[in-house]
């Protein structure tokens, strides 16, 4: 009911901003998928607490075999990283990784970054996408640069 409410007043406020209003409502009418697909995100997700309310909106109007975890880990962590490039790379990375499987499990490593380190692999999927997004920062710069180094060293 609150939730509700709130989605129902956001959504009227933005149409008192033309330009988010035909964005935001082309795009969340359709989905977390639709949100995901293009150029569009990037100007919405810059407003990162618009994208997080976005996703409190769809998953609370939307039956719940049409919102997946998958989806909802991906649009988290577009939040995360507002730049479009980056997460195309962070998207492959965790994609070759693990499939976006919080469960998943390699040997020793474990979660959606395939880390070694079982405090992580208690985490949910959220706070994994964390993990993986401070670890690969540190580690390497940037996404795209993990992706590179993915590469050169034969790991897909």
Known sequence: MVLNKLCTGVIHRLWD?????LNVARYLTKGVRSILAGEPLMRIARRRS???LAVL???GTTPAKAVS????????AHSRLVSM????CFDALITKE???RVDAKNGSHYGIGQMRNNTYRRLDGFNQ????IRYITKRYGSMCNGW???KANGYH
């Open 148 to 150: 590179r180094f993915f």
């Open 50 to 52: 618009l994208v997080l």
């Open 69 to 76: 975890q998958t989806d909802l880990l991906k649009l988290y």
């Open 98 to 100: 693990s499939n976006w």
């Open 57 to 59: 909106c769809i998953v």
């Open 85 to 88: 490039n980056q997460f195309k």
């Open 129 to 132: 996408v964390d993990w993986s």
């Open 17 to 21: 901003s033309p330009k988010m209003t």
